[in-house]
């Protein structure tokens, strides 16, 4: 049974730090390319960094760059998004994806994150 399930998020101010993780379970991660979306009241989904199934390579959105750093841990079957310099509109329900070489794609449930002082 696929599992992905999303930790850390919570209720932080203006220039805060969090870190995300998302733990996977019932395929073989190391084989799957990982990404954390984001999704806020009344916008659609959007990719905030992904990283490589062997974690030699990521990307960001330009809205994250130099904040926020995404991490994986393959024999752990975790992936993490350090998030720092947190902003009012970094405030949202952040998911981790995974997807493989054939396109099968796996989602998390999601976990909160707000960003108000």
């Known amino acids: 049974q696929v599992q992905l399930v999303e930790s850390g998020g919570g209720l932080v101010q203006p220039g805060d730090s969090l870190t995300l993780s998302c733990a996977t379970s019932?395929?073989?991660?190391?084989?799957?390319?990982m990404s954390w979306y984001r999704q806020a009241p009344g916008k659609e989904r959007e990719l905030v960094a992904g990283v490589t199934s062997i974690g030699d390579v990521t990307n960001y959105a330009d809205s994250v760059k130099g904040r926020f750093t995404i991490s994986r841990d393959n024999a752990g079957n975790t992936v993490y998004l350090q998030m720092n310099s947190l902003k009012p509109e970094d405030t949202a329900v952040y998911y981790c994806?995974?997807?493989?070489?054939?396109?099968?794609?796996?989602w998390g449930q999601g976990t909160q994150v707000t960003v108000s002082s």
């Open positions: 019932g395929f073989t991660f190391n084989s799957y390319a």
């Open positions: 994806k995974a997807v493989n070489r054939y396109y099968r794609t796996y």
